[in-house]
C-alpha cells in the first residue's frame, strides 16, 4: 500500500520514519508547497516522488492512502480535495477545527465511498486492547474514577499559539484525554464542568475538564501547552488501580493493589513508533472495503469534535473554521 504525505513537517517525519520500516506498507511520496523542501524530505526518508503542491500528489494514481499531516485550520479543505479526488485518507488529529467542519466532511466521504479516518494513534494500539481486558478482568474491582493529564510546552509553536490555524491545548493535547475517557469508561457523560486558562494569543493554554458518567464515575483530566508532565494516566477501582505510564503511547500497564505497590507489570509488544499501528488499520479497513476504522468510528470523532465545540464555548474561546 503507497503512502502520501501532505506536508513535509514535524509530525509528517515521524510517519515517514515508521512506514520506511513497516512491512507492505510505504511512503511513495510527499507533497509540500515548496518543491525544495519535498525534495529535502523525500531524500531523507527514501521516498521516490517529491511534488511542489499537495494536488499533485492527489492526482498521483499510484497513492493508496493519503497522510494529512498539516495544522488543523488546513485539515477541512485538504480533506475535501483527497475525498474529492478518490483519495481515501487519514487525517491528524485534531479531525477538523469544530464540529460543523467534521460533519460536513465524514457525510462527504459517505457519499464519495472514500475511506476516512482520524489519526488518534492511542486508538489503535494493542496497549487500549490489553487495557480493556485488564479492567474488564476485574483485576482493579470495579472501576470508579479516571485521572489524566497531558502537558507538552509546545508555546513556541506557532500552529499552538494561533487561532486562525486551530490553535490552544485542547485541539492539540486535551483531544487524546478526551479519547482516554472515551476508551476506558462506556459509561455516557451525564455532567461536565470544566476550566481554562488562556494565552494572549486568545487559544487555551491549560484546562481541566471533569465528567460524571451515567453510571456514577468521575473522569477528571488536565491539558496544558505550557508545561512539561509525566503524561500518566490512571483508571481507580474498588480493590486496585491501572496505570498508564504515558497516556497516548504506554510502554507498560501497571496493576496497583495499595499505593504504589505494583502486583503486575504488563509490558506493550516491541513497535517501531506506535504510529504502525493506525497505518496498518487504515490499510486492513481499505482492504476489507470499509469506509471508516472500527477503533476510530467517525461517529466517535464527531461526539468528540461536539464536546471539543461545548468545551471552547464554556471557557468564551473562540471556535474557529468554517462554519
Ligand atoms: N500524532 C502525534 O503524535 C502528533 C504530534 C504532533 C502533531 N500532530 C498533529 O499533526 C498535525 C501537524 O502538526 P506538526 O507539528 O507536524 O505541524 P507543523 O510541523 O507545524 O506543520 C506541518 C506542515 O504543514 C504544512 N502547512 C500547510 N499549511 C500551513 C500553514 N498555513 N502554516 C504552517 N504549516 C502549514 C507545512 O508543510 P509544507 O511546508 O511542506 O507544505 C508544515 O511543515 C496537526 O494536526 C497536529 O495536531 C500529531
Not at 506536508?7 to 515548496?34: F, N, Q
Not at 461517529?299 to 474557529?320: F, K, N, S
Request: charged share 20%; hydrophobic share 40%; proline share 4%.
Amino acid at each position: 500500500m503507497n503512502v502520501g504525505i501532505i506536508g513535509a513537517g514535524h509530525i509528517a517525519e515521524k510517519a515517514a520514519r515508521t512506514l520506511a520500516a513497516m512491512d507492505g506498507m510505504r511512503c511513495l511520496a510527499v507533497g509540500s508547497r515548496s518543491l525544495e523542501k519535498a525534495q529535502a524530505f523525500a531524500a531523507r526518508f527514501d521516498v521516490s516522488r517529491a511534488y511542489g503542491s499537495y494536488d499533485e500528489l492527489l492526482q498521483d494514481p499510484d497513492i493508496h492512502l493519503v497522510y494529512i499531516a498539516t495544522p488543523h485550520s488546513c485539515h477541512f479543505s485538504q480533506t475535501r480535495d483527497a475525498i474529492l479526488a478518490g483519495k481515501p485518507c487519514l487525517v491528524e488529529k485534531s479531525f477538523m477545527m469544530n464540529a460543523v467542519e467534521t460533519a460536513s466532511v465524514l457525510a462527504l466521504a459517505r457519499e464519495k465511498k472514500v475511506f476516512t479516518a482520524e489519526a488518534m494513534w492511542s486508538r489503535y494500539m494493542p496497549a487500549r486492547t490489553m487495557a480493556r481486558e485488564i479492567i474488564a478482568s476485574g483485576a482493579i474491582g470495579t472501576p470508579h474514577m479516571l485521572t489524566a493529564s497531558l502537558a507538552y510546552n509546545v508555546a513556541d509553536k506557532e500552529r499552538v499559539l494561533k487561532p486562525e490555524l486551530g490553535g490552544g491545548a485542547l485541539l492539540d493535547l486535551g483531544v487524546y484525554l478526551l479519547n482516554f475517557v472515551r476508551m476506558y469508561c462506556d459509561s455516557p457523560i451525564r455532567e461536565l464542568s470544566t476550566s481554562c486558562i488562556r494565552a494572549d494569543s486568545g487559544v487555551d493554554a491549560s484546562e481541566v475538564i471533569t465528567f460524571i458518567h451515567e453510571d456514577g464515575t468521575l473522569s477528571s483530566v488536565q491539558a496544558s501547552a505550557f508545561s512539561q508532565s509525566a503524561n500518566e494516566g490512571v483508571v481507580a477501582g474498588t480493590t486496585g488501580y491501572l496505570v498508564f505510564d504515558d497516556i497516548i503511547n504506554p510502554g507498560c500497564l501497571r496493576i496497583c493493589r495499595k499505593r504504589h505497590v505494583v502486583e503486575r507489570e504488563i509490558p506493550v509488544p516491541r513497535q517501531i513508533t506506535g504510529f504502525e499501528y493506525q497505518f496498518q488499520a487504515c490499510a486492513d479497513a481499505i482492504r476489507a472495503g470499509r469506509l471508516e476504522p472500527p477503533q476510530m468510528p467517525h461517529a466517535e470523532t464527531l461526539y468528540i469534535m461536539h464536546l471539543m465545540d461545548r468545551l471552547r464555548a464554556e471557557w468564551g474561546v473562540p471556535v474557529t473554521g468554517c462554519r
